[in-house]
T-cell receptor, first 114, second 113 residues
């Protein structure tokens, strides 16, 4: 365990459904991240929050909507997804001011879009 | 944007032997940080080792060491005395001073008993 938890661990949803992924960390970190992990591709950074403010949105489709209500929690709201959105979604956190510090990852949510 | 390349999708090593995983990156920045992460099957990604670009000395962590060649933009990971528990996906990552992380595609390491 690295101190970052994600729920649910597995999710199957239809293209018309709305669901949310949750990430929680109690490591005192002030930066949180969403990544998409697909087979044979680099981890794709989706969103970055520094001190609860979104600082990065790497051309992510609007069907993915992040929310960071406080520095310990991060959500990814999903709606009208496509089958190609099926992947492992990883949450990570890190201390913002310590650049030598690594990111701490959660176990991921395995998402399948049918 | 920075890119990180791991040219070995799969590697295998005999238990107790040594293996080297390669990583190259492309950047125009002079100050950055490099990491190797390990992702065991169905388990969380964890840090293996880190290297600050301004440090010439190669980082070591027990059986893990890196060969950092800044001019060549190369950052390879050497695993000595390989153990069955080392079997995992290994990702090379680059972090710039703007807190942006870039990952490679990963190398799947198999340890043969």
């Amino acid at each position: 365990e690295t101190g970052v938890t994600q729920t649910p661990r597995h999710l199957v949803m239809g293209m018309t459904n709305k669901k949310s992924l949750k990430c929680e960390q109690h490591l005192g970190h002030n930066a949180m991240y969403w990544y998409k992990q697909s087979a044979k591709k680099p981890l794709e950074l989706m969103f970055v929050y520094n001190f609860k403010e979104q600082t990065e949105n790497n051309s992510v489709p609007s069907r993915f909507s992040p929310e960071c209500p406080n520095s310990s929690h991060l959500f990814l709201h999903l709606h009208t997804l496509q089958p190609e959105d099926s992947a492992l979604y990883l949450c990570a956190s890190s201390p913002l001011r310590t650049l030598t510090a690594e990111q701490y990852f959660g176990p991921g949510t395995r998402l399948t879009v049918t | 944007a920075q890119t990180v390349t791991q040219s070995q999708p799969e590697m295998s090593v005999q238990e107790a032997e040594t293996v080297t995983l390669s990583c190259t990156y492309d950047t125009s920045e002079s100050d950055y940080y490099l990491f190797w992460y390990k992702q065991p099957p169905s388990r969380q990604m964890i840090l293996v080792i880190r290297q600050e670009a301004y440090k010439q000395q190669n980082a070591t962590e027990n059986r893990f060491s890196v060969n950092f060649q800044k001019a060549a933009k190369s950052f390879s990971l050497k695993i000595s005395d390989s153990q069955l528990g080392d079997a995992a996906m290994y990702f090379c990552a680059y972090r710039n001073t703007g807190n942006q992380f870039y990952f490679g595609t990963g190398t799947s390491l198999t340890v043969i008993p």
